[in-house]
C-alpha cells in the first residue's frame, strides 16, 4: 500500500479535516459533500470466522453513508475456510470497493464501481461512501492482539475502529462514538454493552469477571470505564502513531487502556453499543484463561 499519497495526513495528524480527507480510498479533493468529514481505518482481526465475514464486511461498507473508509481484514491463520475464501473474494492490494452483490452466480461477492456484468444476476447494493479493502494474511496463528497491530501497520485514515468479524456487534453504534471525535470532544471513543442497549443474555461468570477486571482496572488507574473488555475502540490515528503495543493475545483490550489511560494525553469517552452474543457452540472463543490473563495484565500494565 502507499501510505504516502498526495494530501496524507502528516505523521503527527496536525493538519486540516480537509487535507486529511484527500488521504482516504480513492478520494479526491473536493469529491464529495461530505469531503470535509474525517476518513476511517477499520481494522478486522478474523480467525475462524468463514459464516459471519462476509455479512459483517457487508454492514461494515453499508455504515456511515459519506465516510470514506478503508477495511483492513487481518486474518490469524484461520482453518476453517475463512483463509481460501478471503484469498479468493478479496484482493491482497489496497482496491476500491462500489459494490455488494447477494445471490445470482456467487453468493455474496465485493465489487468494484459500476460498470459490466459482474453482478452474474445478483441483487446489487451500491456501498455508499468512498471504500477499499485490504487483506494481510498471519503465517501461523499468533492471536487478536498481534493480528491488530499487523492491520494497524496499514492505517492510513484520519479515525481507526476495531471492528470483530463475528456478527457480536454492530457497525451501525459507530455513528455516536465518530460524532465525537468529529466535534472534537474525544480523542479516544469505548463502546459499552452495559448502557442500556441490546445485549444477549448469557454467561453470568463473564459479565462478573468483566465488572471484577473493570473495577480493579479503574482503581488502579483513576478512570471510570464499564467495560474494559469491549471490542469497540475508536480513536485517532495518533495515538497508534504514539503508542507502542506488545500483546499478541486477547490482553491487547488491557494493554490498550492502560497505555491510553496512563498517557494523560487524550480524552476518553463511552457510548453505548448492543451485543448481539455468542455461546461457545456457536463460536465464542474467549475463556476463563484469557480472564486470569486479563487480571495480570491490569497489574502489569499499571507496575511497567
Known amino acids: 500500500m502507499n501510505t504516502e499519497a498526495p494530501g496524507a495526513p502528516a505523521p503527527d495528524g496536525d493538519v486540516p479535516r480537509t487535507a486529511a480527507v484527500s488521504s482516504a480510498p480513492g478520494m479526491t479533493a473536493g469529491a464529495s459533500k461530505d469531503a470535509a468529514r474525517l476518513t476511517l481505518s477499520v481494522v478486522i482481526p478474523v480467525y475462524n ?120 456487534y454492530d ?43 473493570s ?7 483513576d478512570q471510570m470505564l464499564s467495560d474494559i473488555e469491549v471490542c469497540y475502540k475508536m480513536f485517532r490515528r495518533t495515538v497508534i502513531e504514539a503508542i507502542e503495543f506488545t500483546c499478541d493475545d486477547f490482553g491487547f483490550e488491557i494493554e490498550f487502556s492502560a497505555k491510553v489511560a496512563k498517557s494523560k494525553r487524550w480524552r476518553i469517552y463511552e457510548t453505548g453499543c448492543a451485543y448481539y452474543g455468542r455461546t461457545y457452540e456457536e463460536g465464542k472463543k474467549i475463556n476463563w484463561r484469557d480472564g486470569v490473563k486479563a487480571l495480570w495484565y491490569v497489574f502489569k500494565f499499571r507496575l511497567f
Open 215 to 221: 473495577f480493579l482496572f479503574n482503581l488502579l488507574f
Open 171 to 213: 457497525p451501525a453504534d459507530w455513528a455516536e462514538m465518530l460524532d465525537l471525535i468529529e466535534r472534537d470532544k474525544a480523542d479516544v471513543v469505548f463502546g459499552s454493552r452495559f448502557y442500556g442497549r441490546p445485549h444477549r443474555v448469557l454467561y453470568f461468570h463473564h459479565y462478573m469477571a468483566n465488572k471484577l477486571i
Open 49 to 168: 470466522e468463514r459464516a459471519t465475514l462476509p455479512e459483517i464486511l457487508r454492514l461494515v461498507m453499508l455504515a456511515l453513508p459519506g465516510v470514506a473508509k478503508q477495511i483492513i481484514v487481518v486474518d490469524d491463520c484461520s482453518t476453517d475456510g475463512t483463509r481460501e475464501w478471503l484469498t479468493e473474494y478479496l484482493p491482497q492490494t489496497e482496491t476500491p470497493i462500489g459494490r455488494i452483490v447477494t445471490g445470482g452466480d456467487g453468493g455474496l461477492r465485493f465489487l468494484g464501481p459500476p460498470g459490466g456484468d459482474e453482478a452474474g444476476g445478483g441483487s446489487v447494493e451500491i456501498v455508499p461512501a468512498e471504500t477499499s479493502v485490504i487483506v494481510r494474511l498471519h503465517d501461523e496463528n499468533r492471536g487478536k492482539g498481534r493480528a491488530l497491530r499487523t492491520g494497524f501497520e496499514a492505517v492510513k485514515c484520519d479515525v481507526v475502529v476495531i471492528q470483530d468479524a463475528d456478527l457480536e
